[in-house]
């Protein structure tokens, strides 16, 4: 299994990017997937997760209303498009799958089985 994530950068606060995983050698479409950050000096925490069809989605309270999680089952694509993004969102982003199928989204709080190498957002106010 592979994840490369793309599309990290240096913006100002208040701006917006948009992230993006590729995913193979994984039956992307029947899993559930997520995005985790670590910023400097902190543990890996839970961003966002999406189901597998896309009906249901779930955000960490520090970026909800902020960002939006994404799929492309056709491509085996995800996204996180971030906007307003403050310093505090300056963190290396993950993008991850688990091993396993179903469950609730709350089960990944902690992390999932296969992870991407990760992309750097920084944020200058």
């Known amino acids: 299994v592979q994840l490369v994530e793309s599309g990290g950068g240096l913006v100002q606060a208040g701006g917006s990017l948009r992230l993006s995983c590729a995913v193979s050698g994984h039956t992307f479409e029947h899993y559930a997937i997520g995005w985790f950050r670590q910023a400097p000096g902190q543990v890996r925490e839970f961003v966002a997760a999406i189901s597998s069809d896309g009906e249901t989605l779930l955000y960490a309270h520090a970026v909800r209303g902020r960002v939006i999680i994404s799929r492309d089952n056709v491509r085996s694509m995800m996204y996180l498009q971030m906007n307003s993004l403050k310093p505090e969102d300056t963190a290396v982003y993950y993008c991850?799958?688990?091993?396993?199928?179903?469950?609730?989204?709350?089960?990944?709080?902690?992390?999932?089985?296969?992870w991407g190498k990760g992309t750097s957002v920084f944020v200058y106010s």
């Open positions: 991850a799958v688990p091993d396993r199928q179903g469950g609730d989204l709350v089960d990944y709080y902690g992390g999932m089985d296969y």
